[in-house]
């Protein structure tokens, strides 16, 4: 298994530069393994994510354009700058930032006193904040957003590419790739998950957090017909799940 965890990272930071660059890395390396599957006839490989970071969107002010042109100069990702920001004497910040991180590590040949401001002010209070200050000067250029330092809820890409993975065109949950991969390998994962489905992890603030959960699997749905009582359930509970079900509202699922 090949993870390119540094996307995900680059995400938390909303730093477009890095994230655009850790990609390119991830789909070179996809390049080096599809190649191998060509001549391996007898395997497969998948791409896929378990979640998104940083709800990227490309566009903003309304005029649906954005310009990756002010990604191409940066050299230095804003974990990597934060953290020589922090090594540097308090009294020689302004300059650092002024004269080295804006204009020659992000390539902004247009350094304001607000830009200078937001990223040292960013610095005295935390590492992630600077990070996020830094990245915003390159994101606000280009024309790109983000709606959160975390993980967001969006569907992520799935790609696939040999032997016998035309089964996962389409849509799918994140546990019917792990199914299509323990049947492809023939493996027995029921001991396992017999062994895990017993162990209660215990998250503070959370619903289930002392209770064993009662969980509706959707292979619990599959087993009967539509209309059937398990299905219902099973779809009723994925409806408590909605926030609107904890606002008195009420939600379908489809």
């Known amino acids: 298994m090949i993870e390119g965890a540094r996307i995900d990272h680059a995400g938390h930071d909303n730093d477009p530069a890095a994230h655009l660059h850790d990609i390119i890395q991830y789909w070179e390396t ?15 490989m998948i791409g896929t994510s378990d979640h998104e970071t940083g709800g990227l969107a490309l566009g903003t002010e309304h005029d649906y354009l954005w310009y990756p042109k002010y990604l191409k100069p940066v050299k230095k990702s804003s974990e990597v700058i934060c953290r020589e920001l922090g090594k540097v004497a308090a009294n020689e910040r302004d300059n650092f930032v002024r004269n080295t991180v804006i204009p020659s590590y992000l390539g902004v040949s247009n350094v304001t006193d607000a830009d200078v401001s937001s990223v040292l002010r960013a610095a005295e209070s935390s590492s992630t904040k600077c990070k996020l200050a830094v990245g915003l000067i390159v994101s606000r250029l280009a024309h790109i957003s983000w709606s959160t330092d975390g993980h967001s809820a969006v569907d992520v890409g799935l790609y696939a590419h040999g032997r016998g993975t035309e089964k996962l065109r389409g849509s799918y949950e994140n546990t019917q790739v792990g199914e299509f991969l323990r049947d492809y390998l023939q493996v027995d994962l029921a001991p396992v998950t017999k062994r895990l489905s017993n162990q209660l992890t215990e998250q503070p603030g959370f619903k289930w957090a002392h209770e064993p959960p009662s969980i509706i699997t959707r292979r619990d749905a599959d087993k009967h017909s539509t209309g059937s009582a398990a299905a219902a359930a099973y779809h009723a509970q994925l409806d408590s799940y909605h926030p609107l079900h904890y606002k008195g509202g009420h939600s379908h699922s489809h």
């Open 30 to 44: 996809v390049a080096a393994v599809r190649s191998f599957v060509d001549k391996n006839r007898d395997t497969a």
